[in-house]
């Protein structure tokens, strides 16, 4: 796969979870998005904070790490052993275990907590459109959790894919079923 197609699905992909995301919580009162969701019984508030835990740090350091990088979309898009790792265990097959930085808040979730999920979907189209034209498969980052651990561009956007997947898909599957 080409960096082109990869960044093409990923930013595909990621706008389809947003549309989920917002048909999700517009089905779900404030009460039935405190209520907690299996597996993780975490609220679908709590699953959004989950989500703005683990993708805000990353954007703070893929500006630099887009900067870097060589224009050639065409380049194949190297996502390396580490990234397919990462991406299978916080995939929608996987329940791995949140590290403690990634955990939701405990305290009282309000709507707005949906507000700042699709905010930071914004600011991640941003960083996407930002990458169009770039090879995705070279540039090394520092994982901003675990920092000895290097992810290319493409290992990142792949794993937002796959989590964020994993989660909407949470949030759905807690949704009232008919009448």
Do not use: C
């Amino acid at each position: 796969m080409t960096s082109k197609e990869l960044l093409d699905s990923v930013t595909d992909r990621l706008a389809k979870l947003d549309d989920r995301a917002k048909a999700a919580f517009d089905s779900l009162t404030d009460e039935q998005a405190k209520q907690p969701v299996p597996p993780s019984n975490w609220s679908s508030f709590q699953i959004l904070d989950h989500l703005l835990k683990a993708n805000g740090p990353y954007l703070d350091v893929l500006p630099a790490a887009i900067a870097q990088a060589e224009a050639n979309e065409a380049a194949e898009a190297r996502v390396s052993w580490f990234g397919k790792f990462i991406a299978k265990a916080a995939g929608p097959l996987s329940n791995a275990p949140t590290p403690k930085p990634m955990m939701p808040d405990s305290g009282p979730m309000i709507r707005a907590k949906r507000d700042e999920y699709l905010a930071q979907n914004a600011r991640i189209r941003d960083i996407l459109n930002a990458a169009k034209g770039k090879d995705l498969g070279t540039v090394r980052m520092n994982n901003p959790f675990v920092k000895i651990l290097k992810l290319t561009l493409a290992d990142v956007f792949e794993i937002f894919a796959q989590h964020t997947e994993r989660h909407i898909g949470q949030i759905e599957a807690a949704l009232p079923k008919g009448p």
